[in-house]
């Protein structure tokens, strides 16, 4: 059973950009997907990035050309580029993985949870 955990959230000005890193504790290579999810207080888990075991990547609209997200299987690691970050994007960011037994790459689809860490976009 695969263990993440996240790093790199902080705080930052509109307009800014930061690094997060999902490190897994052991080889995610061949994982079915993986992805970056958030959540605010009051509002529901999304998706904000995608990748397959293919490399395909997907975003939703509302991040799509400000996030970017890669995967270095040598490294066990997890990326997400955010940048020109707004304050909509203040949320708890979470790091999340489907082996591959189904159920798809949305929120309830995927098997393994990080515990989050927290991005701060100010005005």
């Known amino acids: 059973q695969v263990q993440l955990v996240e790093s790199g959230g902080g705080s930052v000005e509109a307009g800014g950009s930061l690094r997060l890193s999902c490190l897994a504790s052991?080889?995610?290579?061949?994982?079915?997907?993986m992805g970056w999810f958030r959540q605010s207080p009051g509002k529901e888990r999304e998706g904000v990035a995608i990748?397959?075991?293919?490399?395909?990547?997907r975003y939703p609209d509302f991040v799509k050309g400000r996030f970017t997200i890669s995967l270095d299987n040598d490294k066990r690691t997890l990326w997400l580029q955010m940048n020109s970050l707004e304050p909509e994007d203040t949320a708890t960011y979470y790091c999340a993985a489907n082996e591959g037994n189904g159920g798809g790459c949305g929120v309830y689809g995927m098997q393994y949870w990080g515990e989050g860490t927290l991005v701060t976009v100010s005005s």
């Open positions: 990748i397959g075991k293919d490399g395909k990547t």
């Open positions: 052991v080889s995610v290579e061949g994982y079915y997907c």
